[in-house]
């Protein structure tokens, strides 16, 4: 996966190793945090946090389960993908998708209905890996 090369359609997230700062309202981001690289007029990337990027509306599904990945992500009109630096191997690594909270409920739902059991459960906002 290359960032320099996305797709068009494709708008990507990087959760950062370092601290750094939101480029618009200054917000401390700490490492862990997702922002969106977004080129100023003089063409340099700037990082951007979410809620500044417009992507705060949007919620996190980890890779692992293809099913849940494929199904919301054919779904959601608005989706990023996230991707994180891994030293060891000096690339950027797919972590998972940023899509639209009324896809992935209704996804979710589905799937209940299916009896099918996602590998990751929703719990308060945080993926947990089942048992």
Partial sequence: MDPDHEDDQETVVFQIRTDSSCAVCGDELASGRRIRLVSDPNGDDRAHCLPCAGLDDLVYVPTGDHRLSRRVRARSERQAVVV????????????????????????????????????????????????
């Fill in 84 to 131: 994180e630096w891994a030293r060891t191997r000096e690339q950027y690594e797919r972590q998972g998708y940023l899509v639209e909270e009324p896809v992935l409920t209704a996804v979710l739902d589905e799937f209940n209905d299916e009896g099918y059991e996602p590998k990751y459960e929703l719990q308060d906002g945080l993926w947990i890996p089942r048992d």
